[in-house]
């Protein structure tokens, strides 16, 4: 993934004049922005951008492919800043996503229409957002975090779309092999009792990590292009997203 560090907006202050008049900088400048994690619905790709600007007022997009993955053909915007990298995924119907920045919870329409933004109870000093994925047996998201205290622990939690703030059951478990410093995993989909999550391992490696719906896992698989920023199933086809705005098969499972 070899994301930048957390991201804060940055208010820039400009004094005009000598009336000290206060100048916020609120141009939407998305062209430049990397691209993050991705969801196929309804013959769609969608995602968002890593807002790079540094200016004030909404700043991220809700940004949608065509169905190849190839080209923008629309764009609808959240009304956010500030939220960094964003995990997402989707129920069939509308889209989820997780702040890797803060751990914020939102729910939005395929046209951006924002349904909530809620923070889940866990301890955000001590666990990490690290993915987001919908499970359609259970209808209900997954929710991964990153033990702070010890890196190479992880906590899963299964919560309802409608209040992913609540408790809900919970699995932890360990990777020894990954990456202890920002990295990490910071993505995660799901298919057939199955979970596929992008990390990157001790050598700062970019991997897919294929597990068990125990998060056993079952193989690795190594992504040479460390610009891999998210995932997400159309049919049988994984795809992977990558920060120029590329979408891409990797392949079929």
Known sequence: MKYYSVFISILVFLIVGCEDELTINTNKDTYY?????ICYIND??????YDLSGNSGSQIDLIRFTTDGINVDDAFDLG???QGYLAMTSDGSDVYMQSRFNGAIIKSSLIGERAYMKWDTVDVAKWFSSGICYLPEKDSLLLL????D????????IVSK?????????????????DTTYYGIWA????????????ADTLIGDKLIIADNQFNIM?????TDSTVVGLCFKADDLYLSYRSRRIERWGSY
């Open 162 to 178: 409608s209040a992913p703030h609540a408790s809900g059951s919970n699995r932890t478990f360990n990777l020894d092999f990954i």
């Open 188 to 199: 995660i989909s799901y298919k057939d009792s199955t979970y596929y999550m992008l990390g």
């Open 80 to 82: 956010m800043n500030g």
């Open 33 to 37: 922005d990397d691209i993050a994690d």
């Open 150 to 157: 010890n890196r190479t622990e992880y906590w899963a939690r």
């Open 145 to 148: 975090y990153r033990n702070l």
């Open 44 to 49: 769609h790709f969608f995602t968002t951008n």
């Open 219 to 223: 193989n690795i698989e190594n992504i």
